[in-house]
Each structure stands twice: as C-alpha cells, then as structure tokens.
C-alpha cells in the first residue's frame, strides 16, 4: 500500500501499454482477442473502446492530424462551477488566468460553467457526440469514474498530441501522471484532484463517543455509537472504493469476491441504523446542520463551509487506512472544432506560475507542484501552500488510492448490481 | 291552381329555403379547432412515447444498444423492484388521503365563507407555490434539522427526546409530497365546492337538515366530481415524485422515480428506465381508466377540465 506511487510508475503492465502507443485502440483490440494469454491490463483496457457494431467515428485515427494546423483564436471551455481564479476589482470582476492566456497567445477563451455533475452533463453531449458532432466545447472536465470510462469506451475523446504538452511533461505531479483510467494520459490532462476522506462535527462526535472523540478510520462509519447520524454517499464510486479501502482492499486491484464484502459491509451499516442518509452534494447541508456527525465528503467542501463559517471547526480526517483521491480532467471531446487552441491552453495551465494563480484560488489538489513555492514566496499564502489538501506530499500521496476501473461493462453492471440496492433499498 | 313559383312565394312572405350541400368547412372546423391540440399531442406526447417504447425493447450497452424485441426488460423491472413500485404506490395513496383531509374544508371555507375576498385567499393559499418547489423542499431540510429552530428548540425545552429526529424518515418523505402536491388538490375541490348553489344549503335548512346532515347529503354528493379530480391529480405526479426521497429521505425511502434516474444516468442502462417508466405509466393508465370507469367518466373528467 505504502508502495502506490512507484507502483504507478513502475507497474510493467502499464510500461507496456505506454510502449504500445502507435498502436490504435482497435488494433489492440484485435491483438487482445488473439493473444489473450499475454493480454496486459493496457490492452485489456483498450479492448473496452473497441465495441463490436458500434457505429459512432472515432476521434482516434485522426487525432494527430487535426492538431497540425493554426490555432483559430478561439476556445471553449466547459468546466465545474468555483473552480477558476477570479477576483473582484473596482472595474468588476477578473479572472486572472484566463486574462494572463490570452494577452500571450492571443487566443480568447470563453470560459463556461455547465457542469454540476458528471453523468447528467454526459447525458446532456451524448446525444451530439453519438451523431459525432461539436458538442460546443473544446475542452470538457470530466472525473475519472463511470463518466470518463464511458467517454473512453466509446471512442469519444480525442487522442492528444504527446508532443505539444512541454509543460505538462515538465511539471505534472506522479499522482495525475500515467493514471491507471488512463495509461500514458494518452486522452486526459488533469485540472484538478481531490480527495473523499470524513467530514466531522468535533461537538457532536464528542458526545455521541465521548471515549474516543476524534475520527481517524473509515469503519468509525460504521460505529455503531454514531447510529443515525452516519452521512454515506448514494453512489457506485466513492461509497464503495472508500469501504473497501476501509477493509484493508486495494480498489484498484480488487477482485468481484471483495466487492460482495464490502456490500455485506455496507448493508449490515444500513440495516443496523447507523447510516443516517445517502447522500448526493447535499451532505454539506446535514453536516453544517447537525444532521450528522460524520459523514462522507469531499476535502475541497469542508475548506469551503469554514471559510463560509456558518458552522465552526468541521474537520476534514483522511483515514489511517487511505483515502480515494479522484480527479477532474480536461479532455477534448470528438467533434472539437479549436483542437490547436485547446491543447495549447491544456499545457497552458500547467505553467507552475499560472498553476499558481489556480490553486490558490480553488483550494484543490493542484496537478503542479512546482506552483508550491510560487504561492509562498511570490502570492505570500502559506495557508494554502503549506496545505496538505492542496499540496500533498509523497507520504499523503501515499496514502491514497483510486477507484477501480471497469474492465467491461458487464463488469460494471456486476459492480451496480451488487451496490445499487444498498442505496436503493 | 298552378304551382306558384318562388318569386310569388317570396312576395308572399312565405320563407324560402335552398336546400344547401354541407359546405367542407362547416364539416372540417371541428377538426380545423382541434389540429393544434392533436398535432402537438402527436409530437410532443405519441412519438416521445413511441420512443420510449421502442428504446425499452433495446438490448445491450450504451454505443451498442440494439432493437431485440427484449421484453426481458420489464420483466427484471418489476422483479428487481416490484417493492419499490408498490412502496411508491402506498407512499402516493396516503399522500393523496392526507392532501384531500387538509385541503377541503380549506376550500370549503374560501368557497363558502370567502365573500368578496375569496379569490385573494386563494391567492395566499397558492403564494407559496411561486417559488420553486425544490428550494421549499431543500428549506424543511434546515426547519427540521435534528438541532435546528423547530426540533431544537423542542429538544432544549425536554419535549422531544434527544435522538429525535423527523428528516430521513418515512413521515418525512410523505409528508414533503403531500405539502408540494396540496395546490393540485385545493383547486379541484374548490373550483367544485364554487359552484355549488349557496340557496341549496339553505334549502336543507329550511327543511329541518341540520347542517351535518345538509353537508352529507347536499354539498358533499355536489362536490365529488372535484374530489375525483383532485384524486386523480394528486396521486399521479406523488407516485412518479423522486425528489422529495431524495431530500428528504433516508434508507428505505426510495421511490420509483429515483430508481429510474438511476438507470438513467448512472446506469446508462436506458432500456430498462424506459421499460420501468412505461410499466409506471401503463400501470397508472389502466388504474386510472378503471377509476373513471367506476366512477363515471364524466364526472371526472369535468373536475379535471373546469380546474384547467
């Protein structure tokens, strides 16, 4: 477990899958129904892209091409709301990274805010990218999850020139290098990570458990001193990946035999009482109310609600056992009409010093380490740069693992199958 | 004597008629006034439906859905959550039951009493309704939060226990529906009771009823075309609602409609959402069918029409 990182870099299946990188997806594809006893987790990967009878263009035969010309001078970038620097001055307001890019490269971006969750803003593009048309946007960000491995699975993103990041390849972070969603970041640029660990009100877990008044393990979830004032998340990702982790189980590598576990788990949790409600982005609201003492959450919200200060001193507790680091990733859906311009600004914001202006605003994990030192000496934040949220080091990088990425869809429907009705029940 | 021709006849002031052929446009305007409404029921309410019925036969996975003619569909849709059907179908009759208790003698009061004022009270009964029915919903999860102004309160004074709590619950869920649906059901029974003759109510004084009687046999009968209205459009939209579940709900609480956004867009399974939908709404129109049958179609059907 402790070995994460190097394992992420030195995993020879991986190295395989990055060596493979002329190959298209579809010819892995083929190679992978030949040569199944040598098949790597890369190739077992692509097989998933390539479906029989599927009718949508691929993005990927032309992705080299169509990134050779000019750029247009125009982009469009469709991102999570509150997740830009912006700043408030006498003549309104300005965002001071979008402004930096455009005085240098002349490109306008229009910079847009539609997305409030994955599936229902996939559900929204499906449509024009199953006709293979511009959805609109040249650069999407999207979470590693159910989301993305759809976009992948079904040939609708981009292949991005491996030759037009300088910064990316300078100064991305190990933890958004090589992803195991995506090996060799051949279709995602990350924007930004985060993690899902335990939010906390230190008032009430003190006198619900007033032995032990501090929250340090995943299966303090499953206390049953908390009964009816656990928070868990109503979701086939974090809600499971985390339990697992919880049991000792490494999500990424784990096996059907252990996800039934942490079903059983997750289900005795329901059954016993203990869990409060299944929530969606409105467990902010039951932890700022008192609804729950602890709950499930999101690293960047708990910054948010203290900085709101409604509520006073909520914590934020990465496990001792792990937490599930996720990421939102820039990626260029088919059908893109600026491809220069997005990828120009997708290494862009990989410039440490624009890095900066980002992450000091957004209070996410940022991508860019480098932009660390930038934000302590020159924008004299040590709070944020100091952070452990935003600036993990190796040893909390360490610590946190993935979800696990579905091999099929068949695969995936077991996976719901056996989750789903916990929620649902 | 001879045959007088028209022109005697007309001289005479005897009316003369031509027998006219039908004209095509006396015929056609019936259907000229209801093309609109057909043409946008054929767009926006049969081919949506045709669709859905169609992509509900579909087999596969998203980018590989095939038309295969698979019934299969429904029939893992009503297995896997027949409970929760049959929980939404419970969850909507108490909600519909609850509606019609708070809301009649509401609109009996406005219908009866009401005087000159009566349309600005219903305007104070519906006002809450102009903000969206989301943010009222999400503004009871802070009223009634375990500590909050109300529960809190209550707890500090040592009238309710410690753990008591209201969200997350049964209640909870029923009662947010019911709250969020009571317009539907206040305006059919008051548009009814409205129309009620006033000197009915004291003819049955006159005649010695007294006034529980007067209400048993004159204004009740008189007022159930709007109950069955009201019924009927309470108890549709309760049991297809998912929001109220969601906010206000805990485990054990979900409800039809959120199963299907779940395979709608986590699942991405859209056959099987359309398939659960399709069984909703035939399930709904055949019951709905029955109702009226039992009850007289027009009855309820003039209900419905006059609060529209």
């Known amino acids: 477990m402790t070995d994460r990182k190097d394992r992420l870099i030195t995993d020879p299946a991986l190295l395989r899958g990055l060596a493979m990188r002329r190959m298209s997806r579809r010819d892995l594809f083929r190679y992978a129904g030949v040569g199944a006893g040598s098949v790597s987790l890369a190739a077992i990967l692509a097989a998933c892209g390539g479906q029989p009878g599927q009718t949508t263009p691929t993005g990927t035969d032309t992705g080299s091409s169509i990134f050779a010309g000019q750029p247009n001078g125009t982009v469009n970038f469709g991102n999570w709301p509150l997740y830009i620097d912006k700043e408030k001055r006498a003549d309104g307001i300005h965002f001071p990274s979008l402004e930096l890019f455009t005085k240098e490269t002349g490109i306008e971006i229009n910079y847009t805010t539609p997305i409030n969750d994955n599936a229902e803003f996939f559900g929204k593009i499906q449509p024009v990218l199953a006709a293979g048309q511009y959805t609109g946007y040249d650069i999407i960000a999207i979470t590693n999850g159910d989301t993305l491995n759809q976009l992948l699975r079904l040939d609708w993103l981009v292949e991005l020139p491996a030759d037009m990041r300088p910064n990316f390849d300078q100064y991305a972070s190990v933890a958004v290098r090589d992803p195991a969603y995506d090996p060799g970041n051949r279709f995602t640029m990350a924007w930004q990570s985060g993690i899902t660990g335990i939010g906390w009100d230190p008032k009430l877990v003190a006198e619900l458990r007033p032995d032990k008044p501090e929250i340090t393990s995943v299966n303090d979830l499953f206390d049953p001193a908390f009964k009816g004032k656990v928070g868990m998340f109503g979701d086939t990702g974090d809600t499971p990946n985390l339990t697992m982790v919880g049991l000792g189980i490494e999500p990424e590598t784990s096996t059907p035999d252990q996800w039934r576990q942490a079903a059983q788990v997750l289900e005795q949790q329901r059954d016993d009482g203990v869990v409060r409600a299944y929530y969606n982005q409105n467990y902010t609201n039951a932890l700022s109310n008192g609804d729950v003492a602890l709950t499930m959450a999101w690293s960047g919200d708990i910054y948010q609600l203290n900085a709101e200060g409604d509520v006073e001193g909520l914590q934020f507790s990465i496990p001792e056992e792990g937490a599930i680091i996720w990421t939102d990733n820039m990626c260029i859906p088919i059908g893109v009409e600026n491809p220069v311009d997005a990828i120009t600004y997708m290494d862009f914001v990989y410039r440490p010093d624009v890095q900066a202006l980002i992450a000091d605003w957004v209070n996410y994990i940022s991508p860019v380490p480098a932009a660390r030192d930038i934000i302590l000496n020159e924008l004299n934040d040590p709070t944020v740069a100091n952070s452990p949220l935003v600036f993990p080091d190796e040893e909390d990088l360490a610590n946190l693992h993935s979800y696990y990425v579905f091999k099929t869809p068949e695969e995936q429907q077991e996976w719901n199958g056996l989750f789903q009705p916990i929620y649902q029940g | 004597m001879s045959t007088p021709t028209v022109d005697e006849l007309v001289k005479a002031g005897v009316p003369v008629f031509e027998r006219r052929k039908p004209r095509l446009r006396r015929t056609a305007t019936p259907y000229g006034l209801m093309a609109p409404a057909a043409l946008y029921l054929a767009l926006f309410f049969l081919v949506p439906i045709g669709y859905m019925l169609y992509t509900s036969l579909w087999s596969g996975f998203l980018g590989d859905f095939r038309f295969t003619w698979n019934f299969g569909n429904y029939s893992f849709g009503i297995e896997q959550y027949g409970d929760i059907y049959l929980r939404s ?129 004159v204004v009740w009968p008189l007022s159930l075309p709007g109950v069955f209205a009201a019924f009927l459009l309470t108890f549709v939209p309760a049991v297809g609602d998912y929001v109220n579940a969601e906010i206000l709900g805990g485990p054990g609480n979900f409800m039809i409609g959120n199963v299907i956004q779940d395979q709608f867009l986590t699942n991405f399974n859209y056959p099987v959402a359309a398939a659960l939908s399709f069984t909703l709404m035939a399930a709904l129109l055949v019951g709905g069918s029955i109702y009226a049958k039992v009850l007289g179609t027009e009855d309820v059907t003039t209900g419905a029409a006059v609060r529209a």
């Open chain 2, 89 to 217: 179908l419970w969850y909507a009759s108490i909600v519909t039951l609850l509606a019609l208790v708070l809301a009649y003698p509401v609109a009996y009061w406005i219908a009866f009493y009401g005087g000159k004022r009566k349309s600005m009270y219903l305007f104070l009964l519906l006002l809450p309704f102009f903000v969206s029915f989301i943010i009222r919903t999400v503004q009871w999860q802070f009223l009634l939060a375990d500590n909050g102004i109300i529960l809190g309160t209550l707890k500090d004074l040592g009238v309710l226990r410690n753990d008591f709590r209201v969200l997350a619950t049964t209640t909870a869920v029923v009662s947010g529906i019911t709250y969020n649906f009571l317009p539907f059901t206040a305006l059919p029974l008051y548009v009814s009771l409205e129309r009620i003759d006033k000197h009915l109510v004291e003819a049955g004084k006159d005649l010695y009823a007294s006034r529980v009687t007067t209400f048993r046999k």
